[in-house]
């Protein structure tokens, strides 16, 4: 009974951190984790540890399938360099660049003795996957270039496969074996690819099957099948689990989600992996808080600070590196996105349940695993709070100025209004002269026939602005046809099939404007909500 009152607490916890960074503007996923570090580090509540094994059974299929199936095929084929590069010969380079700076420093400030440039090569490997969940989460609600959050997104979801194979090899080498250069090689692109061969033979069959049926408890059992099934079959074969996955998940969100779903499936399929996400991110991060220990990482603080500016001047190293490449080719990156996908870069759970893994008797242990939790934490709390400011000082936000002064002018139009229904209401009164009651009332008019006149000047002016402003509201007027419609099936005025055909119609205009079930939350939450979004992988 107490493993159930820990899941029921653990939720709790969850929802009330997610309603209070709805007021206080915080990263959902970040309120996680310093909710976890005090409830973890004061003995309040009880939580199951995070191991690799209950990490790999239920958490990472479900994490990376969702983020695989969202992520459009189309964008990220199309940015396929980059994210390669980034992810593969990127995540090498900045592996063998943080052993090679770390060791020495580690040696020289006397912080341990006999740690090798294995050990640090180890340490890299482990720490070198990114886990933009929180970045994603900030993107979507400031409405970032989707470019730039697709090269984030994809870069995350390949150099988790590849850091893991990675890590392996490594490991295999500081605990004995050897490993030449070639048949690290020639492993890694057995165990990538072998596990791409699986989450694609997975994906195609439960494809396949989704386009013979129309039942959408049917078919989205068969995406969890995928989800799950593609991770655990290439994982008992000793193949990338998670490269299986991320194929699995792109098969069904772009061919399966569009040859065999109809419109309301497809929107309750994408309803179902966004909660999932929310559920299982939120378990992630309180478990990482509830894992750290805050004692020993403030007596190992000077190695974990050193750490983790290693780590984080490698990556924007090999980030700007792969950019300048790219601006050699079609997939031109900006210096200012480059500057966001380095600081972009956090760690989370897949490196602590890594360094975790190591055999006990292994060298060094203690002090890799008090490396890991302290850079994984200061790159969630340094790097995951910054990061709005970062988006905002380099322009990046989704609102353009013409935006902004559409939204204040809108706003003064309001207030004009607000003041002329003030005004009628005295003109009874008697309290002041009818003369200044018509200067007054003119001095409004004027106010809001100038905001009216700013709004039609910013529409006929900025056309990207029209197309967004009229997409919002495209959403919210449909989304309020789907409110009505249920509204009219609990009365009874419907019956079960004209409701289901109504309401794929619906659905279906939904998707047409470019977001499917993501546009069911855009919309409901440009229609009745303001803040935090839910957060993705």
Known sequence: MEGELAIVALFS????????????????????????????????????????????ALFLPGLV???????DFELFWANKYSIHGLAIPGLVAAIFLTAAVLVPVVAGLGFEHDFTFLHGLLFAALIAATDPIAVVALFKSLGVPKRLNV???????????????????????????????????LEFVAVAGLGGLVGASIGYAVSKVIQQVDDPMIEITLTTIAAYGSFAVAEHFHWSGVIATVVAGMLCGNYAARTGMSPSTRVATETFWEYLAFALNSFVFLLIGFEVEVGDLLDQWQPIVVAWLVVTAGRAVVTYAV?????????????????????????GGLSMVLVLALPRDLPHREFLVTLTFGVVLLSILIQGLSMGSLLRRLGLVGKSASSLRYEA???????????????????????????????LRAQYEARRDEAAEHMRVLHLETATF???????????????????????????????????????????????????????????????????????R
């Open 13 to 56: 916890v969850a929802s009330i951190v997610a309603i209070a960074t709805r007021w206080l503007r915080v990263p959902y996923t970040i309120a996680l984790v310093v909710a976890g570090l005090v409830l973890g580090n004061t003995e309040a509540l009880s939580a199951p540890q995070l191991t690799k094994e209950l990490l790999f």
């Open 65 to 71: 399938f969702e983020a695989a199936f969202h992520l």
């Open 151 to 185: 090269l984030i997104e994809g870069e995350s979801l390949i150099n988790d496969g590849a850091g893991v194979v990675l890590f392996t090899l490594v490991l295999a080498t500081v605990s004995g074996t050897e490993v030449t250069f070639a048949d690290a090689v």
């Open 323 to 347: 950019a300048a490449i790219m601006r050699r080719t079609p997939e031109r990156v900006p210096w200012r996105w480059a500057g966001v996908m380095a600081w972009g870069g956090l760690r």
């Open 409 to 439: 002018a809108r706003a003064s139009m309001q207030a004009a209004n607000a003041a002329l229904a003030r005004l009628a209401g005295l003109q009874g009164d008697g309290d002041l002269h009818a003369d200044d009651l018509a200067a």
């Open 466 to 536: 029209r197309e967004e402003r009229l997409l919002s509201t495209a959403r919210a007027l449909i989304l309020s046809e789907k409110e009505s419609l249920l509204d009219a099936l609990r009365r009874g005025e419907l019956g079960g099939e004209t409701f289901e055909h109504l309401v794929a119609d619906v659905d279906a205009r939904l998707i047409e404007l470019g977001a499917g079930g993501h546009a069911t939350s855009a919309a409901s939450s440009d229609g009745r909500h303001s803040g935090a979004s839910t957060p993705g």
